[in-house]
């Protein structure tokens, strides 16, 4: 905010179509889209459907799924009056705006990014072209609506990076200033660790809990989450330093139960199963109001999806103003 109290600046993120989100995507990004709704004037979310088709081998769940993302998105707190949320695909000028940025992107660039390096390890048979041009589609998002800020996970920064390159790039080729470099923001918790307490939480390793998960199968997720791996018996001190549980408490527990729970681990006054318990119940407890207002939305799906219909319109007023400066700038007749 500024000393007038007036909101700045314009923000945009976008996230896969991937259904019901889990605690990873809430830490990770969700919970920064809803912040900055009180600190920005404008704040775009783009729910990517055309990205998902780099990876997916079939299409059949994506539409549920992205019903599935708008549902958790807006029972996280997105307020659709203030903000614009919308199907990526919606707008279809990012395309044309990605194939403009392809024409001042070194294709070395692209394959040097250890996103894409990680993608093909995971895809070996299915390096497509759209999953090599995926940063130039991520940039056209971003730069499509001018944002000033990006809120990703940590595991996005290479991207924000070359977001910037590309926006740069083009300035400079074209002789103008039209597009601006984004900055990111990242989350207070860089990275959310599965139940495995070992890798990313993600739905694919299915070490994850979602957040419109039951209250007792939150419990059943929680109570498999691994805790400190050299603590073999109850009687045995433990180290909450590298807890993955101990992390969780720390987002989601009171001051006072993360204070006992650090101090009696360490003396072996609190066991992993109880200390697991605590957990569940606070977890369950924050996620209440989230589950609450989920099941209020759902009860008219179509409401949902004129959020999404009506976001489309207003970011395609923005990007059509982008695309024509651009093409502007290009030379184009």
Request: aromatic share 8%; hydrophobic share 40%.
């Amino acid at each position: 905010m500024t000393e007038t109290g007036k909101k700045q600046g314009r923000v945009f993120s976008g996230a896969r179509p991937t259904g019901r989100q889990h605690l990873g995507n809430y830490l990770g990004a969700i919970k920064n889209y809803v912040a900055l709704q009180d600190e920005y004037k404008d704040t775009i979310y783009s729910i990517v459907d055309i990205h998902a088709l780099t990876t997916v081998e079939t299409t059949q769940n994506l539409k549920q799924n992205t019903y599935e993302m708008a549902l958790d998105w807006l029972a996280a707190g997105l307020r659709p009056d203030e903000s614009i949320i919308f199907i990526q695909s919606h707008v279809p000028e990012v395309m044309e705006l990605h194939t403009f940025f392809s024409m001042v992107t070194p294709l070395g660039k692209l394959t040097d990014l250890p996103t894409f390096k990680e993608k093909i390890r995971q895809q070996p048979h299915n390096v497509n072209y759209g999953l090599v041009g995926y940063p130039v589609l991520m940039a056209a998002d971003i730069a499509l609506y001018k944002a000033v800020l990006v809120p990703v996970g940590i595991d996005q920064a290479p991207h924000i990076e070359f977001t910037r390159e590309v926006v740069r790039s083009f300035n400079y080729r074209y002789k103008t200033d039209v597009l601006v470099e984004p900055q990111m923001k990242a989350t207070q918790v860089p990275k959310v660790l599965g139940i495995d307490g070992v890798s990313k939480m993600s739905k694919s390793l299915n070490n994850h809990i979602e957040l419109a998960a039951t209250p007792e199968e939150t419990q059943k997720r929680v109570m498999q989450m691994v805790t400190d791996p050299q603590r073999a018996r109850r009687s045995d001190p433990g180290n909450p330093d590298v807890c993955n549980v101990f992390t969780m408490h720390k987002i989601f527990s009171s001051a006072e139960e993360v204070e006992m729970i650090n101090t009696e681990c360490r003396r072996a006054g609190i066991g992993c199963v109880d200390c697991k318990k605590i957990f569940a119940r606070n977890l369950n407890d924050n996620l209440a109001p989230f589950r609450e207002r989920r099941a209020a939305w759902a009860q008219n799906p179509d409401q949902v999806w004129d959020v999404l219909n009506d976001g489309g319109k207003r970011a395609k007023v923005i990007a059509e103003q982008t695309i024509a400066e651009v093409k502007e700038a290009i030379g184009l007749p």
